[in-house]
């Protein structure tokens, strides 16, 4: 029977079990993307145990960054350090995916640059003015990301993951809050997921047929006029035909319009409130996996307890990432993997991960004090 030490083997790809460290921006790279000692530190004592590591959000284009020390994969000289992380990640047993991403107009402002994309102009930040983006700025965007990829291969990373979920650049193409263009680009289901399945083309057919391509999507905003899970899984057959060998499943928990000076911006989070049991979003994986029939990963307060063996065993779920457990307790995944999980040092949920980089600081949690941002 399957377990969460069971091996799972994705294109050319295997895994040496079923758990998985998601992208965690942690903002702990240099003011030019590159990955530094902090960054290796994070991720080598993240990977002891998990079968996968996706590195977090790492920029396509220098203008497309969720904090100022994201990752990016924009330049060919951020590949040899990259490599570094890579070979970090794979000496500990693990495979290492990085989640290729753009912003959009949720980057923090670049002074003289041209900056802000967005499919229709809503914006996200009081002081980022969003830039609807032409047909010149899409073919950009287009290219920049199979560029990416490129590098992303040439560094050594096992897989890539395309970032099309929490109402950064490309959820906001999927999304009907954000997405009101009436060119090819917008319109229902098929129309929206135009832009992301002309970038999964373009990156399969750049990286060949055996390479692991994770495409990451919100099942659903919950957020009035957001993106519903029967939409998301129109998205999703696209996108299986485009190129896509598995589905990262997760969603926008919670969110909504904030106003202030005259200025009205949308906000949304991925993590789950309080109120939310560990592995509440399990039936939405599910939901992936029965109308595309590929291999997905599950998210939402795995840990303590046996939700993550449950969803294994019972739902079929293939794969579970471990977020903010895994920040703050490094151990998490092997005390999963040995039935310990009673020893894991718990997430009080206190969000403070999130506010730290939120401030434009190195991430920093309540319970863990060593990591670069300390306590919080
Ligand atoms: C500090 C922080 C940074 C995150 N950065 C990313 C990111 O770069 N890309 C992404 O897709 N999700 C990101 N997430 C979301 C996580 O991957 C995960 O989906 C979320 O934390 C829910 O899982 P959990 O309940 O196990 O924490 C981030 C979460 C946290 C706490």
Known sequence: MTSLSSELKIKNMMLRNRLVLPPITTNYGSSKGLVTQAVLDFYRDRAKDVGLV???????????RIVPGSLGLWDDSQVSPMAGLVKTIQKQGASALVQLSHAGPRCPPVPGKRHGFSPSGVRFRP?????VMNAGDIGQLI?????????????????VEI???????????????TNRREDEYGGDAKGRAFLALEI???????????????????????????????????????????????????????GGWKE??????????????????????????????????????????????????????????????VGR???????????????????????EECLQCFASIGRSEPMACKINPDLPGGRS
């Not at 959000?57 to 220098?62: D, E, F, L, Y």
């Not at 970032?163 to 809050?177: E, M, V, W």
């Not at 373009?202 to 919100?218: M, S, W």
């Not at 993997?337 to 894991?344: A, F, G, H, S």
Request: net charge negative; proline share 5%; hydrophobic share 45%.
């Open 260 to 321: 202030a000076e005259g200025k009205t911006w949308l906000t949304g989070s991925s993590a789950l409130p309080k109120d939310l049991p560990s592995g509440a979003n399990v039936a939405l994986a599910a939901a992936f996996k029965k109308e595309t029939g590929l291999p997905v990963i599950a998210v939402g307060k795995f840990g303590m307890g046996d939700a993550a063996l449950c969803a294994v065993q019972d739902e079929n779920i293939d794969l579970i990432a």
């Open 163 to 177: 970032h099309g979920a929490h109402l950064y650049l490309l959820s906001q193409f999927l999304s009907p809050l």
């Open 143 to 159: 290219r920049d990301f199979s560029r990416a990829a490129l590098r992303a291969q040439k560094a050594g990373f096992d897989g």
């Open 127 to 131: 002081d980022v003015d969003p830039i």
């Open 54 to 64: 996706i590195v977090e959000a790492t920029s396509v284009q220098a203008t497309g």
């Open 325 to 347: 457990q895994m920040i703050c307790d490094p151990e998490t995944a092997k005390k999963m993997l040995t039935e310990r999980d009673l020893d894991i040092i718990a997430c």
């Open 200 to 254: 999964v083309r373009e990156v399969r057919k750049n990286l060949g047929p055996d390479y692991p391509l994770f495409f990451r999507i919100n099942a659903e905003e919950r957020i009035p006029g957001g993106l519903v899970l029967k939409d998301a899984l129109v998205m999703a057959k696209l996108l299986k035909d485009a190129g896509v060998d598995v589905f990262d499943v997760t969603l926008i928990a919670q």
